[in-house]
């Protein structure tokens, strides 16, 4: 009977173990400059991809979808690919995916909220899809008027 027990308890510790390497991304936006961002001008977004220590997770396709009120530029298409890494045992491995957009002309003061998309082509296939706000303040102009008189007297 005891040995019965030895064999389920370590396969459990086996399965447990195999669990921990699967692939799990989080996706975190950890930047937004300028915050709040300003409507008609640029603003830098920087997301995290993190917990893809695991060889499973592969190759990682990740995309910002150019949805109101955010303007990618011509060129750009939003969408990053990154190759399957090499992964070391007991260290973090974080992916930074930084993207330059504009933000409508006429955006509106508040949060918006901008979203990605999230694919892996490891032996663990998923897809993650997921929201984050972007903060949005317009900026009143403020018309300022300024006189200046210069008086020049010669004196002969």
């Known amino acids: 009977m005891s040995k019965y027990f030895l064999v389920l308890v370590f396969l459990f510790c086996v399965s447990l173990a195999v669990a921990a390497e699967s692939c799990a991304p989080n996706v975190t936006l950890i930047n937004q400059d300028p915050y709040p961002a300003v409507p008609g001008n640029y603003v830098k977004l920087v997301f995290q991809i993190s917990s893809i220590s695991s060889s499973d997770c592969?190759?990682?396709?990740f995309a910002l979808l150019p949805k109101y009120p955010l303007i990618l530029d011509p060129r750009e298409t939003g969408i990053r690919t990154f190759s399957k890494v090499d992964y070391l045992k007991d260290y973090n491995t974080n992916i930074l995916v930084?993207?330059?957009v504009r933000v409508d002309e006429n955006a509106v003061d508040g949060s918006s909220p901008i979203e990605i998309n999230l694919q892996n082509k490891g032996t663990s296939p998923l897809a993650i899809s997921k929201t984050f706000n972007?903060?949005?303040k317009t900026q009143k102009q403020l018309l300022t008027f300024s006189s200046r008189i210069s008086i020049t007297a010669r004196i002969r």
């Not at 592969?58 to 396709?61: A, H, K, P, V």
Request: overall charge negative; glycine content about 10%; aromatic content about 10%.
């Open 134 to 136: 972007l903060e949005i």
């Open 98 to 100: 930084p993207y330059k």
């Open 58 to 61: 592969g190759d990682i396709n």
